[in-house]
């Protein structure tokens, strides 16, 4: 039985069953596991060292915007990350890039622009759909850039410490629910201002928080 390389992270079956033919497509042998929340995806990564690709919902159970993508990539770099989402609008499909994704697929793509898009990511390149314009801030692209760069710096503990300093928590609160001692926590927080070149805790939680979308009101899409 073929190993999976391919993951696809996404809480609607009919997508994932759209994608998963795609996939069939485009890559031999390709055994594709399915999950339908960030957690269980994680799991999966874990349990299957053979998976090269991801792709990842942009709202699913336990992603908020580009999250997921961030310690996708701080914890697991070799992952190749393709976004996917009906939140399609230019600007989010730049940023999952310069957030260092390898893809933006629409879910309204049909399949010729899915497969299409997949051989881009195999052949070692960046897809994005061909409409999209570039007229975004060269500044904010680069600032994006920069901090995707320092996300990856960090370890995975530094990492997992930075989302709790972002929610709010105190060291002593941080300590105890990784059961560790508050010392180490504080020296996680130091290298973590650090790495991000910020001076204090309420910075490094603002960073942390432009990985975020904000909702989308009235709206029940994903």
Not at 146 to 173: C, E, F, I, S, W
């Amino acid at each position: 039985m073929p190993q999976a390389k391919v993951i696809i992270a996404d809480d609607h079956p009919l997508f994932r069953t759209a994608l998963k033919h795609a996939i069939t497509e485009c890559i031999d042998d390709a055994a594709t596991l399915e999950a339908d929340n960030f957690s269980e995806l994680l799991t999966a990564i874990e349990e299957n060292p053979s998976l090269e690709i991801v792709f990842l919902d942009l709202h699913m159970p336990g992603n908020n915007g580009f999250t997921g993508l961030t310690q996708l990539q701080n914890h697991y770099p070799d992952l190749v990350v393709i976004m996917v989402s009906s939140d399609d609008n230019d600007q989010t499909m730049q940023k999952a890039i310069n957030f260092g994704a390898a893809a933006f697929i629409p879910k309204s793509a049909d399949l010729t622009t899915i497969e299409r898009a997949i051989d881009t990511v195999l052949a070692g390149d960046i897809w994005l759909p061909e409409l999209i314009e570039k007229n975004e801030n060269q500044q904010i692209a680069l600032a994006n850039q920069r901090l995707a760069k320092q996300m990856a710096q960090l370890t995975p503990q530094q990492y997992v410490v930075l989302t709790q300093v972002a929610d709010g928590q105190l060291n002593k609160q941080i300590a105890y629910d990784l059961n560790i001692k508050e010392t180490t926590v504080k020296k996680h927080v130091s290298a973590i201002l650090e790495k991000l070149e910020v001076n204090n805790r309420t910075l490094a939680g603002l960073a942390y928080q432009k990985l975020m979308l904000a909702p989308v009101e009235n709206s029940t899409n994903h």
